[in-house]
């Protein structure tokens, strides 16, 4: 059997690295790697590859830096000719990102099969581009792996009982990943200041973007960072070349974006989070840390259901004082939300049953 897997941005290649180790145990599979090039600094991309078992990817397509119609539109084009040449029983997509999409549709029109990872996740916020991507990938997928009970009960409500597509229970993958991955971590060479920090990621579009939700968030930070609160920031590319072109002063401590490994280590050490990353709001949880998400919904929202997670609206003129009072949250994370991390063999045994 042949999978042809398409990959592009950095939480895709954590996901996928826990299927590419179980695909790598079955000799009767080949996993051929595109990278549409979605990501691609190093430490956004090479660095996943050399640190986590995932295969080198047999095409890289270096499409980047577009705007979502002419990114999409161009790995579409390339996907077509790599999947008419390399002609694969299942095409394995990830997550929500355009190269998501751009692989599902490319080979959905071909009229080749297309698993979907992290597939029925709704934030129903349809101006979020990532809502967009993941509405039209199950749309089109023919097996659609779901990581929670709720993801398969968003399928049902709207439909997709009545279609031909598969839909399975697999538990989330980014499961898989932190338990194998977590005995390796990495502390990051040359953090300083390393005594009891919040650790911050923000890189949505509707946060970035809009520049006055971005001075909100940083000026919320800056103001608890003269309080005495410690902040650790790995920060993303598209949000440093947003700070860099405004001006917005960042009064506290900013690192490149670091490795999974030494992510996981950021995690495990902190004494809380502050994110509007879909990955890192599960991963929160799975390392006992509360976690604070600068967004008006979630696609994760058993977290929220738990009380493991507060959202928080970027506008409101409270925001300083609401995270304030959520910092010392406690987290009982024994609810066992997302699977029983074997979701990478539940998926590979499945593909196998319905190739
Ligand atoms: C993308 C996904 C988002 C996901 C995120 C993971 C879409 C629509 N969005 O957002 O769902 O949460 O990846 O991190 O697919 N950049 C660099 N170096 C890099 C990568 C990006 O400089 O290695 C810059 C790009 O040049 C661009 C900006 O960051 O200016 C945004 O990159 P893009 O891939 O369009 O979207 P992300 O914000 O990374
Ligand atoms: N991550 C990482 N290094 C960093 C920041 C994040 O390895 O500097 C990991 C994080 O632990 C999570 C994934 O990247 O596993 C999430 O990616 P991101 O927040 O970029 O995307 P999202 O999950 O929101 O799509």
């Excluded at 502390?187 to 001075?215: A, C, F, M, W």
């Excluded at 002063?249 to 994110?275: A, H, Q, R, W």
């Excluded at 994760?300 to 004082?321: A, C, F, G, R």
Aim: proline letters at 3%; charged letters at 25%; aromatic letters at 8%.
């Amino acid at each position: 059997m042949k999978i042809v897997t398409i990959l592009g941005a950095r939480p895709q290649f954590i996901k996928a690295s826990s299927l590419s180790r179980e695909i790598a145990k079955r000799n009767e599979i080949e996993e051929i790697i595109i990278h549409t090039g979605q990501h691609f600094d190093v430490n956004m991309s090479a660095i996943f590859f050399k640190e986590m078992e995932i295969p080198e990817p047999k095409y890289n397509l270096e499409i980047n830096s577009l705007s979502h119609g002419a990114m999409t539109g161009r790995m579409l084009e390339e996907i077509e000719k790599i999947l008419l040449l390399e002609r694969p029983d299942w095409t394995v997509v990830y997550g929500d990102t355009n190269s998501t999409i751009a692989g599902a549709l490319a080979s959905k029109k071909l009229h080749m099969k297309v698993a979907h990872v992290e597939a029925g996740l709704r934030s129903y916020e349809m101006r979020m581009p990532e809502e967009i991507n993941r509405i039209l990938t199950d749309q089109i997928s023919d097996i659609l792996f779901c990581p929670t009970q709720i993801a398969v009960d968003n399928l049902r409500s709207e439909g997709f009982e009545n279609k031909d597509s598969k839909i399975y229970m697999s538990g989330d993958i980014m499961y898989d990943s932190a338990l194998h991955y977590k005995t390796k971590m990495k502390r990051p060479i040359g953090l300083v200041n390393e005594s009891s920090y919040i650790l911050v990621t923000i890189h949505r579009q509707e946060n970035t973007d809009d520049s006055q939700r971005l001075k909100n968030i940083i000026e919320t930070l800056n103001r608890l960072a003269s309080d005495g609160e410690n902040f650790l920031w790995p920060m993303h590319p598209r949000t440093k070349k947003i700070i860099e072109a405004s001006g917005i002063p960042v009064k506290f401590n900013c690192i490149e974006p670091v490795g999974y490994l030494e992510m996981l280590y950021l995690i495990d050490n902190c004494s809380s989070i502050i994110t509007d990353s879909g990955g890192l709001q599960k991963e929160a949880y799975f390392f006992n840390k509360f976690c604070i998400t600068l967004r008006d919904s979630t696609e994760w929202v058993e977290l929220v259901d738990n009380n493991v997670n507060k959202l928080m609206n970027v506008d409101d003129s409270t925001l300083y004082e609401n995270i304030k009072s959520h910092l010392d949250n406690k987290v009982d994370s024994s609810l066992n939300l997302y699977g029983k991390g074997n979701a990478a063999e539940i998926i590979v045994n499945e593909l196998i049953n319905n190739s």
